[in-house]
């Protein structure tokens, strides 16, 4: 079973400022995306970012970029130039590629990190 | 609003009886996902539905715990004999065929007195 693991249950970062939001997965799978999820207070959840597996670029969106290292199955989530609006929960989450059987498209989510931001 | 709409948005009930949530996704989405969010965890899956098939069932989804999506639209998760334990929030989120980004609704937040 596929599992995503965040080990920063809360971080803080000054306006401006860059911070990077950590997360480990484990599968047995070679196709899979990986996302980073944000849920503002109260607020249904968006999709920041997203990467597949099988690209060795990665994602960029805007001020979110993401170092992904297949090998050692690390998903990190960097915000450059911090805002307030970027205040959140942050999830990480796995999906698999299959399209058949089970786990069509059920997102696996890590515990989430609380990001605050400083003015 | 074209987003996913979940009614309704808050829910406090009494141990024991039932309950019952809706959740409409965005209408071309062919797929449609509950997770199950509690206290300092990230959304655990439960359910999901490919046009009205329940196409798999979590383990978390007990016999207490019933879904339908007729006709493949709005979807209705339905727990009977509540307890406090599935004070949560629920969340519904679709998707389509071969697009790997769900949209999420803004959940319905369940207490169990």
């Known amino acids: 079973a596929q599992t995503v693991t965040q080990s920063q249950p809360e971080m803080s970062v000054q306006e401006a400022e860059t911070v990077t939001l950590s997360c480990t997965y484990d599968?047995?799978?070679?196709?899979?995306?990986l996302f980073w999820y944000k849920q503002p207070p109260s607020r249904q959840m968006i999709l920041v970012i997203r990467q597949e597996a099988y690209k060795q670029q990665n994602a960029t969106e805007n001020r979110f970029s993401v170092n992904f290292q297949k090998a050692a199955k690390s998903f990190s989530l960097k915000i450059s130039d911090s805002q307030l609006g970027d205040a959140a929960m942050y999830f990480c989450?796995?999906?698999?590629?299959?399209?058949?059987?089970?786990?069509?498209?059920?997102?696996?989510f890590g515990k989430g990190t609380k990001l605050s931001v400083k003015p | 609003d074209t987003g996913v709409s979940q009614d309704p948005r808050h829910k406090i009930t009494k141990r024991g009886q039932n309950v019952t949530f809706r959740c409409d996704p965005i209408s071309e989405h062919n797929r449609l996902y509950w997770y199950r969010q509690t206290l300092g965890q990230g959304p655990e899956f439960l359910t999901y539905?490919?046009?009205?098939?329940?196409?798999?069932k979590s383990r978390l989804l007990s016999d207490r715990f019933s879904a339908e999506r007729p006709k493949g639209s709005f979807s209705t998760l339905e727990i009977q004999r509540t307890e406090q334990g599935d004070s949560a929030m629920y969340l519904c989120?679709?998707?389509?065929?071969?697009?790997?980004?769900?949209?999420f609704g803004q959940g319905t937040r369940l207490t169990v007195v």
């Open positions: 989120a679709s998707s389509s065929y071969g697009n790997t980004e769900a949209f």
């Open positions: 989450a796995y999906r698999s590629a299959r399209n058949y059987g089970g786990s069509q498209g059920n997102l696996i």
């Open positions: 599968t047995s799978e070679s196709d899979y995306y």
């Open positions: 539905f490919q046009n009205e098939a329940q196409l798999e």
